[in-house]
């Protein structure tokens, strides 16, 4: 009687959906109580210049004036956050925002806000797909390039998806924690799943959209040691570091702001890519087209934390290898201070804006550069034509262990 009582599958579906929006509802409260004390974000002036149901495109910086010189032209560069919580994440604090530096870095930096909206209802097509296209067309009116997109957890899965089912669009893809493929060996959501399959199904039944505590708590269940451990150790850590433990509050406070998902949505993550793998399996289908690896024909940066049992190497590698127009990298990052859970520490960390976001900027650059001419044999080889040394990986185990807590890049393919 008491397993089966305790057993979510086995009370009413609103008495599950009731209990999941009043952990929101306290959730949010906890969250705007931080920030009445001090721990809101401190974020840079935007301006939107698109808006769909369901999301808004905002851009950073003045707004253009007349045509720009071919020498001012900047790189445009799109951000997709997870439509989990809120975009802020990518731009915390001055001296934690990923927009801030690539600003500071000469690109021109536009962002996906996914709003909580009830017009928002729809599912990959328009997340993956017809929001992100609207996102891009607005960018390039207001800075023609060739765009480059970061995404981070789920926004980085969604980005990927978008850059597979438009080549012609997109010249680059950033990647932070994002799970690409969901088999055997990828992860703790697949063990998850697995023991509730029909999970996103009922959950994302009904119109109303799924709350964001419902994710909370799958990711509690599957990862206990990241949400729940490691927000311990870093408070710990960072108790007589004034500006760490001022970064770990502003994130605290983040993780408090619950984000409704649109059922279809839901249904269409938990269940097609998370429980079905069917994009890296090359059976998704978005606007009644099908996108697969193959499709990816873009150079990518994908950043992951070795020590990450959440999102391992594993759930980058076999989409990133399926694809053989696509020039991957790997890099990886990890054992950051001051970040609450090493997840969001690409993104908010003080090492990852010293070491990895640079290096992230300079691919950006030498990817997005205009080809350089080859010289003719009288001339002889150019300093900017000559090939550049690269880095060698550091491929023994031993030697990972050692740089776990360092940004490394690993090349994934020749």
């Not at 970064?247 to 993550?269: C, I, K, N, S, Y």
């Not at 350089?372 to 009288?378: E, G, L, R």
């Not at 090939?387 to 690993?410: E, G, H, I, M, V």
Request: aromatic share 6%; glycine share 10%; proline share 10%.
């Amino acid at each position: 009687m008491t397993e089966h009582a305790a057993d979510p599958a086995a009370l009413p579906p609103w008495m599950v959906d009731l209990g999941f929006r009043l952990a929101d509802r306290f959730r949010q409260s906890q969250g705007a109580w931080l920030e009445a004390l001090g721990h809101g974000p401190v974020t840079t002036p935007a301006r939107e210049i698109a808006r769909a149901p369901g999301m808004r495109v905002l851009a950073y910086g003045p707004a253009p004036h007349g045509k720009a010189e071919p020498e001012a032209a900047r790189t445009p560069v799109l951000i997709v956050p997870a439509p989990i919580k809120r975009h802020y994440i990518w731009d915390l604090e001055p001296e934690a925002s990923v927009v801030a530096r690539l600003m500071a870095a000469g690109l021109a930096v536009h962002l996906i806000e996914w709003l909580d909206e009830a017009e928002a209802m729809g599912g990959l097509d328009d997340y993956a797909g017809r929001l992100i296209e609207i996102a891009a067309e607005a960018v390039a009116r207001e800075c023609p390039g060739p765009l480059v997109l970061l995404g981070h957890s789920l926004g980085g899965t969604l980005a990927t998806i978008f850059a597979a089912g438009h080549a012609a669009t997109v010249a680059g893809l950033v990647l932070l924690e994002a799970p690409l493929s969901f088999g055997p060996g990828t992860g703790v959501f697949a063990a998850l799943l697995a023991r509730d399959p029909m999970a996103p199904e009922r959950l994302g039944a009904g119109p109303a959209p799924v709350p964001g505590s419902v994710l909370d708590a799958a990711s509690i269940a599957a990862a206990p040691g990241t949400f729940v451990g490691e927000p311990f150790r870093d408070m710990l850590a960072t108790r007589k570091h004034g500006a760490s433990r001022a970064t770990h509050m502003r994130v605290r406070r983040w993780a408090f702001d619950e984000f409704q998902m649109p059922a279809r949505l839901f249904v269409d993550v938990v269940g097609g890519l998370y429980r079905d793998d069917l994009f890296a399996r090359g059976l998704l289908v978005v606007n009644g087209q099908p996108v697969r690896p193959e499709g990816l024909a873009c150079p990518v940066l994908a950043v992951v934390d070795p020590a990450s049992d959440l999102l391992p190497a594993a759930a980058v590698r076999p989409v990133l290898e399926a694809a053989p127009r696509c020039r991957a990298r790997l890099v990886e990052h990890g054992g950051e201070v001051g970040v609450l859970f090493q997840h969001v520490g690409g993104l908010v960390g003080r090492r990852a804006h010293g070491q990895l976001w640079p290096e992230i900027i300079s691919w950006i650059q030498q990817e997005t550069a205009p080809a350089i001419p080859a010289a003719s044999p009288a001339q002889g080889p150019t300093q900017a034509s000559a090939p550049k040394a690269t880095r060698k990986p550091q491929a023994t185990k031993k030697t990972r262990a050692k740089k776990a807590a360092s940004s490394s890049p690993l090349p994934l393919l020749p």
